[in-house]
């Protein structure tokens, strides 16, 4: 449901930006668009009701756990969790969106002011974000890019008429895209390294899976964006009769699954260090059939080129080379799809083929580490009170500013995604706790997240909740 939510949230907001972008654009460059008159209604609808649903099954949770009321328990997360104040802003944002929208008859590029607000509402409460400032700055970045490049591929390929005006479009819009792909990248980049510092270890998660196939995606992606921008501009310009308007579409597409698979990675455990991950979540399965079944402290997943792996190479490129001549030919982009399919599949297969388990022989004596000691008690008691607390050290010295440190306890049967998250406080000597009410007997997960000195750890233990 959260998932679904996610992406269909990625989807509207990205429209949302894509018809406010080119309401900036004046008509002579750009194809005419005929927006039906109840489409703005129907994304601030879709917006909120799409935004609402993970907050409100986080409130669903907690009123769960706590036995509050659900009214006590939303009001709540509203106020005291990112993603509820998130969520307030959003709405904020939106609504002086749709009144400036109403009185703003000129210069409508400045309704992407509050329009950037409600983008930097939303990833406020996202993983990027919940790291450190760096952090949400990547994420404002990557989504914003993200959804002003598909934002606009979406109208122009789904709500525009006619067939002039084509190639004024492509001359701005080109630069435009290279530029958000150039962003995505930068800022991707930088999210990788705060979240997935183990990179090619990280493919033994789940949400390491998940990220392979978001950078294969964005692959053909980037070569799509170059046969639109360069190839089909030039068959415009020599006169073609023929609309891009269908590989428009297509391309769109392809960014809007990006887009799912986005939605599913923000529900899977981020692999900060992939050992502690995999004490409280399961190894990926197609993993586990290609790299390996057991992973252990001083090992890494190492990628290393063979033969079989050299073809697959050459046949990606092949792919691609056919995918290219395809979308800028215009007559063949319907086949576009099955070259990204086929790309997909032959480079995947190809990283995992070569993908094995290594023992390393790095000396990382000298570097400093920081060490985190959970201090909770292995038993706890349903509806008492149950001090959660961990001492965070570096070099043996206390940490007692850490950027971001908090508790997050689940059940053993539930996913580790629907876990409760409770800010820690820190009392003294580096000792940081919160406190918490078992609902339940069951065995529970307790793990403590915690980010400085440009450091993440979360390690995690069991407690034992009898009646």
Request: no cysteine.
């Amino acid at each position: 449901m959260v998932i679904l939510a996610d992406a269909a949230l990625f989807l509207a907001l990205s429209v949302f930006v894509g018809v406010h972008i080119l309401e900036g654009i004046s008509g002579n460059n750009r194809p005419k668009l005929r927006l039906p008159s109840f489409l703005i209604a129907l994304l601030a609808i879709a917006l909120i009701v799409f935004s609402f649903i993970p907050f409100g099954m986080i409130a669903e949770q907690t009123a769960s756990l706590s036995q509050d009321p659900f009214p006590t328990a939303l009001g709540s997360v509203l106020l005291d969790f990112n993603i509820g104040q998130g969520f307030i802003v959003f709405v904020l944002f939106l609504a002086i969106t749709l009144i400036a929208r109403s009185t703003l008859k000129e210069k409508r590029w400045l309704l992407l002011l509050p329009i950037l607000g409600m983008i930097l509402a939303s990833a406020w409460s996202s993983h990027p974000a919940s790291l450190s400032n760096l952090g949400y700055f990547f994420d404002v970045i990557h989504m914003a890019a993200a959804m002003a490049w598909t934002g606009v591929l979406l109208v122009v390929g789904f709500f525009s008429t006619g067939d002039d005006r084509w190639l004024r479009f492509f001359h701005w819009f080109t630069p435009f895209a290279i530029t958000m792909v150039l962003l995505l990248f930068a800022s991707g980049l930088g999210m990788l390294t705060l979240i997935t510092p183990e990179y090619t270890n990280s493919w033994l998660l789940s949400y390491g899976q998940w990220q392979l196939l978001k950078h294969l995606l964005f692959i053909p992606l980037v070569f799509y964006g170059f046969a639109h921008g360069f190839i089909m501009k030039k068959r415009l310009a020599n006169g073609t009769n023929r609309t891009p308007r269908f590989s428009l579409r297509m391309e769109s597409a392809v960014l809007a699954f990006v887009f799912i698979v986005t939605a599913v990675m923000a529900e899977q455990e981020p692999p900060h260090g992939v050992l502690e991950t995999l004490e409280y979540t399961n190894m990926s399965e197609l993993a586990m059939q290609m790299i390996t079944t057991e992973f252990s402290a001083g090992e890494i997943v190492t990628w290393n080129m063979s033969f079989p792996t050299f073809l697959l190479i050459v046949a990606t490129g092949t792919v691609l080379a056919s995918f290219i001549y395809s979308v800028g030919k215009m007559e063949s982009a319907r086949f576009a799809p099955i070259h990204i399919v086929l790309f997909v599949l032959i480079a995947y297969t190809g990283i995992m083929l070569s993908a094995d388990v290594e023992t390393t022989t790095e000396d990382t004596s000298g570097e400093s580490t920081m060490e985190i000691e959970l201090l909770n008690d292995t038993q706890g008691t349903v509806g008492d009170e149950y001090l959660l607390q961990a001492e965070v050290t570096l070099e043996g010295q206390p940490i007692e500013n850490a950027d971001v440190i908090y508790f997050e306890v689940w059940p053993e049967e539930d996913d580790v995604n629907k876990g409760t998250i409770i800010h820690a406080e820190h009392e003294s000597n580096g000792i940081y706790t919160a406190d918490y009410t078992f609902a339940e007997a069951a065995n529970y997960y307790v793990q403590i997240h915690v980010t400085a000195d440009g450091m993440h750890r979360n390690p995690v233990h069991e407690v034992e909740v009898g009646q």
